[in-house]
Structure formats: C-alpha cells, structure tokens
C-alpha cells in the first residue's frame, strides 16, 4: 500500500487543515483572515507532501503558467482583501492547473459504491464524460 514518511504525514495533516479552513472561510461569507491561512496551510501541505522540487516545478512548468498565475493571483487578491474576487480567480487557476487530474478522479469515484452509482447514473455520466473524456489508461 501506501507508507508515507513523516513529512509526508505533515503534508497530508496541513492540507487537511487548509482544506478545513477554506471550506470555513466560503462558509462563513467569504471570511478573509480563513481564506488566508486557509491557502497557506494547503500551500505547505503540499510542500510537505511532495516535496519543494516537486511543488515548484509542478506550479511552475511551461503549459501550465497561466494557470499557476491565476491561482497564485487569486491567493494575493485574498490576502489584499477582496475574498469573493479572490476565490473566483483562485478557483480558476485551480481548475486549470488539475485538469488533466480530473478524468483520473472521476474514473476512481464511479468505483466508489454510493458515489459510483450517482456518477454513472445516464444524465450525470454523459454530462461527466462530455465535460472530461475519460482517460485512455
């Protein structure tokens, strides 16, 4: 199976904790203050998590530079203080960077039991499968 080491323990706590903190802070109206440690905390779970290498050449690679710049553009917008604008930009980027991730997930969750059966209901699969065309692997 899976062995994570240390860090990565670390890594997986502090994106847990990131995504608590933002799920909160879009819950609380767009509070800014958890928005903000919300998105450090993921951002250093990740570090955590794959290593500083990794993260950086991830963000930084040529074909996703527009994404990155959206998603790191949104997290500055929410530290200045416009959350809702921030969010918007950040989820932007967010969808740009894990695109090609998305038909890998969504192929995983149609095998999940209750979710499985929502996913591959015939409205819900043929919206799934226009959207992210299934993968060929």
Not at 115 to 134: E, H, Q, R, Y
Request: aromatic share 18%; hydrophobic share 55%.
């Amino acid at each position: 199976m899976f062995n994570p080491t240390d860090s990565q323990k670390i890594g997986i706590g502090l994106v847990a904790f990131g995504a608590c903190f933002l799920f909160l802070g879009v819950l609380l109206v767009f509070d800014k203050g958890l928005l903000a440690i919300g998105n450090i905390l993921f951002l250093c779970g990740l570090a955590f998590l794959i290593g500083l290498e990794r993260t950086f050449r991830f963000f930084f690679q040529r074909h996703k530079i527009k994404g990155s710049a959206a998603f790191f553009g949104g997290i500055f917008v929410v530290l200045i203080g416009w959350p809702i604008i921030g969010m918007v930009v950040e989820t932007y980027g967010f969808f740009l960077l894990f695109s090609g991730f998305f038909p890998y997930a969504i192929n995983f969750l149609r095998r999940v039991p209750v979710i499985g059966t929502l996913l591959n209901m015939p409205g819900i699969s043929k919206v799934l499968d226009d959207c992210f065309p299934p993968s060929s692997s």
